[in-house]
């Protein structure tokens, strides 16, 4: 069983910043994919970004250039750096981490931490 904890959600005014840390625990042989992900009121839970175990990164169109997502192996932790916050960012952001562990594959999700941000 992998737990993963989410922290640095909060209430930021339009253009501010924010970072999001994850850490994964239990036992984990390698974790081969991070992600980040948010769902805002009304809508479906969509892709923020990604990272692979070899540091390759993909972004959702609207972050692009203002978000970066970065991951240490050896604390299994992730992390996502949000600039310039725009109103529309305003959603619960969830860890997700898919990997391997004792228990064989393991895809597992943080519960959530809420981003607000005011216009």
């Known amino acids: 069983q992998v737990q993963l904890v989410e922290s640095g959600g909060g209430l930021v005014e339009a253009g501010g910043s924010l970072t999001l840390s994850c850490a994964a625990s239990g036992s984990i042989f390698g974790i081969n994919l991070w992600g980040w992900y948010r769902q805002a009121p009304g809508k479906t839970r969509e892709l923020v970004a990604t990272?692979?175990?070899?540091?390759?990164?993909n972004y959702a169109d609207s972050v692009k250039g203002r978000f970066t997502i970065s991951r240490e192996f050896v604390k299994n932790t992730q992390s996502l750096l949000m600039n310039s916050l725009k109103p529309t960012d305003t959603a619960v952001y969830y860890c997700?981490?898919?990997?391997?562990?004792?228990?064989?594959?393991?895809?597992?999700w943080g519960q959530g931490t809420q981003v607000t941000v005011s216009s």
């Open positions: 990272i692979t175990s070899s540091g390759t990164t």
């Open positions: 997700n981490a898919r990997g391997v562990g004792s228990s064989g594959f393991f895809d597992s």
